[in-house]
C-alpha cells in the first residue's frame, strides 16, 4: 500500500510540532524516519497511524484519504517502544486480539485464529512461548510479540516507533537484521522511527532525515551520507568538521589566504565549509592547504583523532588520521579536505 | 535449575543480603500478636468455654442467623455498588481534567474522616419519609429508611473511599499506549474497555471490593440510625451483640462475634487467594 503524506502541519496547543510536511512512500518501502528528539518524527508515524489528527493536511493509503477515518478503520499495525502488550493476556491472545475483536462475519473462527497465532509466533521464531505471559518474556521477545500481533491484522502498513530503543545494543542488532527479513519476506510497507543513524542507514531502504518539525532531506543511505542538503543533515549524520570560510571568485578562503578549493558556482561571501574527518589529504607544505596546531590528539579504535587550531581565531577542527601516521607527531598539521560542500551563511 | 540434596529440607528463601529480616519479622508477629491475635484468641477462649451444644443452640437462634444475613448481606450489595461507581469515580478523577477536579477528589475521603454516626443521623434525615429524598421516593413506593435498603444506602456511602483509594492509583498507571495499540489492531471503545482495561483494573477492584465488603459487614454507627433495627428485618449482627450485651447475655455476644469472625477470614481468605492467582498470571 502505497502512502502519501500532504502538506501536513500538526499544532499541540498552539506549538507547532510538524510544519507543512509532504511524504510519498512506495508499496512495500522500508523507510526510516531519523531525527533527533524533538523533530516531530514520532508525531508524523502517529499521524500515519491515526493516533493523532492533522491540523491540516491529509494523509493518503493508495487513492483513499485515510484523514477522514478512525484508527479502527484504518488498519494499520503499530508497534510501540515499550511494546504495550496486554499483560493478563497469553501471547496467542495477545497475538489473536486483533482477530477476535472483529465483528460477525470478519471474525475468523477461533480454531482459526489460533492457527493463525500459532503461525506467525512462529515467523517471529518464539515456537512454544504460545502460554506464557508477557511478564515471563526478555525485552526482546515481547518485541517480537508486539510485531506479531501487528501484523496479525494483515495491515496495510507496519509503524514502529522506536522498536528497538529500550533493547540492549547485542539485542538490537539482532532484531534489525531480523526485522529486515521478515520485510523481505512479507513485504509490508514499513516506516519506523529511530534516533539511531546506524539503524536507519542500515535497515531502511530510504531514510527522511528530520530537524524541528522539517523533513531536511529524504534518499537512500548513499544520498543521504555523501551528499547531504543542508547543515543539520551533514553534521547529524555522521561525523563532520566545519570551518567558517570566504568564498571569492569562485576560490574558497580562510582569514586571508586561499586553502585551494574551487568553488566557481558558490556565490561570493561569508560561508561554512563541511567535510568528514576521515575525507581529507594530509599535505606537507603549505601552498594552498589547511593548517593548524595541533590541541589534542586522541585515540578512537582503529584511527586516530586530531584537532587542530586554525587560524587566529583559534577555530577547532577534527580530522581522522591512520594510527601510525607520522603527522600525529608534528605539532603543526596541513591539510585539504577531499570532498566538502559549502553552505552559506544564512 | 539444580535439585537440592534431599538432607536439606525446607528453607526460607534468602530475603536479599540487607539485613534486618529476622528484626523486622520478629517485631511484625510480635506486634500482630498484640494487637490483633490476643484480643481476638481471647473471644474464641470465651466462646470456646461455652460448649459445642450450647454454641450451636446460639448460632442457630433465628434471630441471630438473620442478623447474620442481613449483615453480610447488604455488605456484599454495598460493596458490589461501590465497585461499579468508585471505579466509575475514579476513572473520572484520573482521565478528566475539570475545574474543582480537586475539591471531588478531597470530597471521596470524607466518609473515612466523618464520625460514622453523624453520617447516620444525616442519612436518615434525608432518607426519612418526611426528608428531601425519601419524601420524592414515597410516591415510587420506594421506602429506603428503616429498611434493608437503607442499611445498603450506609454501606455504600461508608465503603465508597476503599474501592476509589485502591483503584485510582492503579488507574494512573495503566499505560495509554496499551489502548492505543488495542485500537490500532481494530477494537472498539467498549471492547478496550471490557477486554483490555478492566481486566488489568481486576485485581484492584477486588482488593477495593474485599476492603469495602469487610468494613460493611463491622460498621455499627451509621447503620443502627437508618436501620430502623427491626428484628429479623433491619437488624444487623453488630448492633445484636451489643443488645446481648447490655443484656449481660456475654455467652451469646461471644458466639456471633465468634461467628462474624469465622465468617469475615474465611471470605477475606478466599478473596485473598483469588487475588494472588491473578497476580500470579498478570505479574
Known amino acids: ?346 | 535449575m539444580t535439585l537440592a540434596p534431599a538432607h536439606a529440607g525446607w528453607r526460607f528463601r534468602q530475603p536479599s543480603v540487607i539485613p534486618g529480616f529476622g528484626l523486622t519479622l520478629g517485631f511484625s508477629l510480635a506486634y500482630l500478636t498484640l494487637i490483633i491475635l490476643i484480643p481476638l484468641s481471647g473471644l474464641i477462649w470465651r466462646s470456646a468455654a461455652l460448649g459445642w451444644t450450647d454454641f450451636w443452640a446460639l448460632a442457630t437462634d433465628r434471630r441471630t442467623l438473620k442478623a447474620l444475613e442481613i449483615s453480610f448481606g447488604t455488605a456484599f450489595i454495598a460493596a458490589a455498588v461501590n465497585v461499579v461507581f468508585g471505579t466509575l469515580v475514579a476513572w473520572v478523577l484520573v482521565r478528566y481534567r475539570f475545574p474543582g477536579r480537586r475539591v471531588v477528589d478531597a470530597m471521596v475521603d470524607l466518609p473515612f474522616a466523618l464520625p460514622t454516626a453523624v453520617a447516620g443521623i444525616a442519612l436518615t434525615t434525608l432518607y426519612a419519609p418526611t426528608g428531601w429524598l425519601g419524601k420524592l421516593l414515597m410516591p415510587l413506593g420506594l421506602k429506603v429508611a428503616y429498611t434493608p435498603l437503607g442499611i445498603v444506602v450506609a454501606l455504600v456511602f461508608i465503603g465508597l473511599p476503599f474501592v476509589v483509594r485502591t483503584v485510582q492509583p492503579i488507574m494512573e498507571e495503566l499505560d495509554k499506549e496499551v489502548e492505543e495499540a488495542a485500537a490500532t489492531l481494530g477494537a472498539s471503545r467498549f471492547q478496550i474497555i471490557t477486554r483490555v482495561l478492566l481486566p488489568s483494573l481486576a485485581p484492584a477492584i477486588i482488593t477495593g471490593f474485599s476492603l469495602a465488603f469487610a468494613r460493611g459487614v463491622g460498621e455499627y454507627g451509621s447503620v443502627i440510625f437508618i436501620a430502623g433495627n427491626l428484628p429479623y428485618k433491619s437488624e444487623i449482627a453488630p448492633l445484636l451483640i451489643v443488645i446481648r450485651l447490655e443484656e449481660y447475655n456475654y455467652p451469646a455476644a461471644t458466639a456471633i462475634a465468634a461467628i462474624m469472625l469465622a465468617l469475615s477470614f474465611a471470605m477475606l481468605l478466599v478473596i485473598n487467594l483469588v487475588q494472588t492467582w491473578s497476580r500470579k498470571r498478570y505479574g
Open chain 1, 1 to 346: 500500500m502505497e502512502v502519501r503524506v500532504v502538506n501536513v502541519r500538526k499544532e499541540f496547543e498552539r506549538f507547532p510540532a510538524l510544519h507543512d510536511v509532504s511524504l510519498d512512500i512506495k508499496s512495500g518501502e522500508l523507510i526510516a524516519l531519523l531525527g533527533p528528539s524533538g523533530s516531530g518524527k514520532t508525531t508524523l508515524l502517529r499521524l500515519i497511524a491515526g493516533l493523532e489528527r492533522p491540523t491540516k493536511g491529509a494523509i493518503f493509503f493508495g487513492e483513499e484519504d485515510a484523514s477522514q477515518k478512525s484508527i479502527q478503520e484504518r488498519n494499520v499495525g503499530f508497534v510501540f517502544q515499550h511494546y504495550a502488550l496486554f499483560r493478563h493476556m497469553t501471547v496467542a491472545d495477545n497475538i489473536g486480539f486483533g482477530l477476535k475483536v472483529r465483528h460477525g462475519a470478519a471474525r475468523p473462527r477461533a480454531q482459526e485464529i489460533r492457527r493463525r497465532a500459532l503461525e506467525l509466533l512462529d515467523l517471529v521464531q518464539l515456537s512454544g512461548l504460545e502460554k506464557r505471559y508477557p511478564a515471563q518474556l526478555s525485552g526482546g521477545q515481547r518485541q517480537r510479540v508486539a510485531l506479531a500481533r501487528a501484523m496479525a491484522i494483515e495491515p496495510k502498513v507496519l509503524l514502529l516507533d522506536e522498536p528497538f530503543g529500550a533493547l540492549d545494543a547485542q539485542v538490537r542488532r539482532e532484531l534489525r537484521r531480523w526485522l529486515r527479513e521478515i520485510h523481505d519476506r512479507t513485504g509490508h510497507t514499513t516506516v519506523f522511527v529511530t534516533h539511531d543513524q546506524e539503524e536507519a542507514l542500515e535497515l531502511a531502504d530510504r531514510v527522511v532525515v528530520m530537524s524541528q518539525g522539517r523533513i531536511e532531506q529524504v534518499g537512500t543511505a548513499d544520498d543521504i551520507y555523501d551528499t547531504p542538503n543542508s547543515p543539520f543533515v551533514y553534521s547529524f549524520i555522521g561525523e563532520s568538521s566545519s570551518l567558517p570560510v570566504k568564498v571569492e571568485n569562485g576560490e574558497v578562503w580562510i582569514a586571508d589566504r586561499p586553502i585551494g578549493l574551487q568553488a566557481p558556482h558558490a556565490p561570493s561571501g561569508e560561508a561554512v565549509l563541511y567535510f568528514r574527518p576521515h575525507d581529507v589529504d594530509l599535505l606537507d607544505g603549505c601552498s594552498g592547504c589547511i593548517a593548524g596546531t595541533v590541541a589534542a590528539s586522541r585515540r578512537v579504535a582503529g584511527t586516530r583523532r586530531v584537532e587542530l587550531e586554525i587560524g587566529g581565531e583559534r577555530q577547532r577542527v577534527e580530522i581522522e588520521l591512520p594510527v601510525d601516521h607520522p603527522a600525529a607527531q608534528k605539532s603543526r598539521v596541513a591539510f585539504r579536505p577531499r570532498r566538502w560542500k559549502l553552505f552559506p551563511v544564512a
